[in-house]
C-alpha cells in the first residue's frame, strides 16, 4: 500500500484526496483490498456500479465484444450506437428520442449547453446554487463551488447566471429573452442530496417555455433508476427538453450521452459537434447490457422500495443519535446531514475501518448511492455499524 501511495505521488497528477485504500477486486456488493479485507460498498464507485462488481451480464457483453470489434470511430455507422439509442428512448421521458454519445457527464452537459446555444441563438445560462455539472470549462462555469472555478476565470465564458435551487420566484426574475437554457440537476447530488419541491420542476419548465428558453435536466448522478424510476425527473412528470446522462449508464464502462427532443437535435449539423470515443463499439455494448440487465431485475422498482427502507433505518437512527440533522433523498439516493464535517469525515473514516465504504459530500452529508442490487441485510449491516460509531461521539 505504501508503494502505491508513493508510485501515484510520483507519476499521477494530484488532484484526488484519496483514501489511503487500493480496491482490487469487486463481486456484487462487496469490494477487496489489495490486502484481501472486504468492504460492503455503498459507493458504488459514486453512483456508477449499479448493477454492483463484475456483474456476469454485463461482463459476457464486453468480452463478447471485445472479441469481436471495440472501436472504428464515428467516420462510419455503429450497429451498437444504434441499438443503444433505441432501447434508450423506451426508457428516457417522453419526446427525447435522439442521442448524442460521449465519454462522461461533463462532456454530455458540454454538448447539452452548445446544442441550447445553438438552438436558441442565444448565449445566456442560468444554473443553480449548490450545482454540480462537470470539470470542462463551460460546466465547470455553470458549477456553484467558487473554489473548482476560480483558479480558471480567465477561460470560462461568462454567461451563467446562478439563482438560489428550489426557488420559482427567482428562477421568474432570472429566466428572460436573453437565456438560452436552464440547467437543473432533478436532485441536487454533490451539492448535499437535496430534493425540491414536488412542483419546482414542472414550475421550471413553465418559466422556461414562456420565455422560449430550454430546460436541461442533469440526470448525471440521478439517471438510470437510481432514484426508483429510470428518470428522477420522471417524478414531478416535467418533460425536460435535453436530457444528460453517464455514471451508471455503462454499469461501470465510461460512457455519457445528451439526449433531446428531435426538433431541437437537428440544430446539430456534421461538424457541429463530435468525439472520437463516442458511443463506440464497446461502450455501447456495456451501456445496453446494463439497461437490458436492469430491467431483467425490475432493478429502478427495487431501488425505491430499497430506497424505502433505507430511509427508515437512518430517520432511526437520527431519533437516536443528535448528531444526524437531516435524512433526505429519494429511492438510493441518500443523505444524511450531520452536525460538522469533522464528525461527517471521522465517520466516512470509522466505517471505512469496519468495512463499509460510504462517502461524504458537501462537507456534512454522508452519501449513500450503493449498488441498486444492495439488499436489505446489507443496508442492517451498515446501520448496526453506524449505531456503534455515533455512540462513541
Ligand atoms: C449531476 C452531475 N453532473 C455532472 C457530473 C460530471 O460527471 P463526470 O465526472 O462524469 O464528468 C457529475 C459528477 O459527479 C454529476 O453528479
Given at each position: 500500500m505504501k508503494n502505491i501511495i508513493e508510485m501515484d505521488k510520483r507519476y499521477?497528477?494530484?488532484t484526488y484526496k484519496r483514501k489511503p485504500l487500493a480496491l482490487v477486486k469487486g463481486k456484487g456488493m462487496v469490494v477487496e483490498d489489495i490486502k484481501g479485507k472486504k468492504y460492503l460498498d455503498f459507493v458504488g464507485g459514486i453512483a456508477v456500479c449499479v448493477l454492483g462488481h463484475s456483474h456476469p451480464a454485463l461482463v459476457k457483453a464486453i468480452s463478447d465484444q471485445a472479441n469481436k470489434i471495440m472501436h472504428t470511430s464515428n467516420l462510419y455507422y455503429i450497429n451498437k450506437q444504434v441499438e443503444l439509442a433505441q432501447i434508450l428512448s423506451t426508457i428516457?421521458?417522453?419526446?427525447?428520442e435522439k442521442f448524442f454519445f460521449c465519454n462522461s457527464g461533463a462532456e454530455a452537459n458540454e454538448a447539452a449547453l452548445k446544442l441550447a446555444v445553438k438552438h436558441t441563438k442565444r448565449a445566456r445560462i442560468v444554473a443553480m446554487m449548490g450545482s454540480f455539472h462537470g470539470r470542462t470549462a463551460l460546466t465547470v462555469g455553470a458549477t456553484w463551488k467558487a473554489a473548482y472555478h476560480k483558479p480558471y476565470h480567465a477561460i470560462i465564458p461568462e454567461v451563467v447566471d446562478f439563482i438560489p435551487y428550489d426557488n420559482l420566484d427567482a428562477a421568474e426574475s432570472a429566466v428572460?429573452?436573453?437565456?438560452a437554457v436552464v440547467i437543473v440537476e432533478p436532485i441536487q447530488g454533490e451539492g448535499g442530496v437535496k430534493v425540491p419541491s414536488d412542483d419546482y420542476l414542472p414550475g421550471l419548465k413553465k418559466i422556461c417555455e414562456k420565455n422560449g428558453a430550454l430546460l436541461v435536466c442533469d440526470?448525471?448522478?440521478?439517471?438510470?433508476?437510481?432514484?426508483?424510476?429510470?428518470?428522477?425527473?420522471e417524478h414531478s412528470g416535467v418533460k425536460p427538453d435535453i436530457l444528460t446522462m453517464a455514471k451508471a449508464l455503462g454499469g461501470g464502462f465510461p460512457i455519457g450521452c445528451m439526449g433531446a427532443k428531435t426538433e431541437i437535435m437537428?440544430?446539430?449539423?456534421?461538424?457541429?459537434h463530435a468525439s472520437?470515443?463516442?458511443?463506440n463499439f464497446l461502450a455501447c455494448a456495456a451501456a445496453e447490457a446494463t439497461i437490458k440487465a436492469m430491467k431483467k431485475s425490475k432493478l429502478p422498482q427495487a431501488a425505491a422500495k430499497k430506497g424505502e427502507y433505507f430511509m427508515k433505518r437512518l430517520n432511526e437512527l437520527a431519533e437516536k443519535h443528535e448528531q444526524i440533522k437531516e435524512v433526505r433523498g429519494k429511492g438510493l439516493l441518500i443523505g444524511a446531514e450531520v452536525s460538522s464535517k469533522k464528525i461527517a469525515d471521522e465517520i466516512v473514516e470509522k466505517a471505512m475501518k469496519k468495512g463499509f465504504l460510504i462517502n461524504a459530500t458537501n462537507d456534512t452529508v454522508l452519501r449513500f448511492v450503493p449498488?441498486?442490487?444492495?439488499?436489505n441485510q446489507h443496508i442492517d449491516k451498515l446501520v448496526t455499524a453506524l449505531d456503534q460509531i455515533l455512540k462513541e461521539f
Open positions: 499521477v497528477a494530484q428516457t421521458p417522453a419526446g427525447i428572460n429573452g436573453e437565456t440526470e448525471v448522478q440521478t439517471g438510470i433508476g437510481r432514484t426508483g424510476k429510470w428518470f428522477a425527473s437537428k440544430s446539430f449539423a456534421p461538424g457541429d472520437t470515443f463516442g458511443g449498488p441498486l442490487i444492495v439488499e
